[in-house]
């Protein structure tokens, strides 16, 4: 396939094997195991919690349950699956207490994406931040259309992802698509279901343009006020007026796909 192909039929549940396509030439069967495997995840098939039936999902790769159970330790070693004696493999939770965690963790990665993309050449810089521009302009639809929870917050995602993509360092956006699934997660796992905020434009469309500007301590005041109204909402704590929209992270669409 080329380049542009394979980005778009990798895409399919968001951007979590972007790292993947782009770092290994020639990947493994354990390598393929795992991508469906953070797809299922990331798409909501497999839900906070749920347990991954061995013999299920081997037979619809059309695998053997080892390579199966070596790319699973992999997801577990991510923290995104759990092995629990007697109860095998289940999908992580991401609960309240866990989330300031996870976006210190974000912010401290895409914070230095943000300023690391600003400090480089004017031309440089605009080159790099060719995607995460199609990338806002891909959120400004989906929140425009309104009603698509799972939309726009893959949007969302996809941006903050971009952005570390646009470093060109593959050892920061394999973490970040590690950080990627596991924020979709803990929405996931939050008590009153799938909720995405709807009036987060002005941030994405500021945050853009301080980078854009070589404004980098500008961009990363911003992601960071970003980050903490995000985890003060996902608490509950948030007191500032804000909106939102609520929906499933619909994964009925995917299936796995038989490994050649």
């Known amino acids: ?143 425009a259309d309104g009603g698509d929870a799972r939309r726009i917050g893959d949007a969302d995602l996809d941006l903050h992802y971009g952005l570390v993509e646009a470093t060109g360092n593959f050892r920061l956006i394999s973490s970040a698509s590690t950080l990627i699934v596991q924020t979709r997660i803990a929405a996931l796992s939050h008590p009153d279901g799938y909720t995405v905020r709807t009036d987060i434009l002005d941030v994405h469309r500021t945050l853009l343009h301080q980078i854009s500007e070589g404004d980098g301590d500008g961009a990363y005041r911003s992601l960071e006020g970003h980050f903490e109204q995000t985890v003060e909402r996902m608490r509950g704590t948030l007191s500032d007026p804000f909106s939102t929209v609520s929906g499933e992270a619909d994964g009925s669409d995917f299936s796995f796909s038989r490994l050649p």
């Not at 600003?118 to 891909?138: F, H, I, K, S």
């Open 1 to 143: 396939m080329n380049e542009p192909q394979d980005r778009e039929n990798t895409r399919r549940n968001g951007p979590v094997t972007r790292p993947l396509v782009k770092m290994v030439r020639r990947p493994s069967t354990v390598d393929l195991i795992a991508v469906e495997l953070r797809n299922a995840i990331y798409s909501g098939t497999l839900e906070p919690g749920s347990s991954v039936r061995e013999a299920e999902v081997a037979a619809q790769l059309g695998v053997s349950r080892g390579p199966l159970r070596e790319s699973a330790q992999r997801l577990v070693q991510e923290g995104l699956l759990v092995a629990k004696p007697g109860a095998g493999l289940r999908v992580v939770t991401v609960g309240k207490d866990q989330v300031p965690e996870l976006y210190q963790a974000r912010l401290a990665l895409e914070g230095f994406a943000v300023r690391w993309v600003a400090g480089q050449e004017p031309e440089d810089r605009q080159q790099r931040l060719e995607t995460p521009r199609e990338l806002l302009a891909a959120l400004e639809d989906a929140v």
